[in-house]
């Protein structure tokens, strides 16, 4: 049987590829701070000693429109491309190719809609940097197939908070179930406090702080019954106008399970966001 070998959540900013390689009167002062804290999260990872990465993001309108909007969507190719051009343009992103896993994909297609999920998929996924930006942090060599997972969480009507923590506990239970010997490592990126667009997206730290306290914590200690208590589709509106991103953050608790406190949890206060980092092992820390 498979092993997951890490669960991983991380907030995915597009900036952090161009901060990161400036150099000069180019680099942002907070580079080198974002840099150092990255570094470490990406151990975290390089530890478990992954052989395959499911990874959980939202496509930001590139691929999936109102035309056609999957809630739940497993990306079954050999190959992904990215990112798409405004990515390129806006964030400097590189062009990517990752290979997929098609069996790991199959499989969870396959026991999704058995286990009560009727997932979406697509042979023909191009993804974005909900998926690249994690890999650029996490393992920028690209050399691990990934299975990628598509959530909603722009477009209306949402599935609710909790039925993410469904999908994030049916994730884990497919992984476990798959019948060959693998490392997996689990990663999903999401957001806390967010607006974009609005009158507080370029404030001196995220929109609400208050918010971004609370929900660090809830994940760091696996507080899922706190969490599920005060976190709705209507409250999610008032943190920032794009704070529905958090949802994919309670998606990863539900992989993590309720209860699991994090075994590395660190955040960096940028001008407009809270950046936050989480990981655990199912398994106890690596040696």
Known sequence: MATVAAVIASTHHPFYYRAST????????????????????RETLTKAR??????????HFHQLWLDNMPQFLVGKAPYFDANWYNEEREFGLPRMRLAGDEQLAGHILRNGLDAGFDLAFSNELRIDHSITCPIITLRP???????????????PPLPRPGRFVELGQTI??????????????IIGTGHLSLELGGPRQFGAHGPDPEFDRKAVDW?????LDGCLAEVTLDSLHLPGNATHGFMDFMLMMGVAGAGA????VDSLDLFH?????????????PA
Not at 23 to 40: C, L, S
Not at 261 to 264: L, S
Not at 273 to 285: I, K, R
């Open 22 to 41: 400036a150099t000069g009167a180019d680099r942002p002062p907070f580079a080198d701070a974002w840099v150092a804290k990255i570094e470490a999260f």
């Open 50 to 59: 992954p052989d395959i990465l499911v990874m959980v993001g939202s496509d």
């Open 141 to 155: 060599e690209a050399d691990l197939p990934i299975v990628p997972i598509y959530t909603n969480i722009f477009a």
């Open 172 to 185: 884990r239970q497919l992984v476990e179930s798959w019948p060959i010997d693998k490392r997996v490592a």
């Open 219 to 223: 994940i760091a200690s696996g507080d």
């Open 261 to 264: 406190k994090a075994d590395h």
């Open 273 to 285: 966001t809270m950046e936050a980092y989480f990981t655990w092992y199912p398994n106890g820390v």
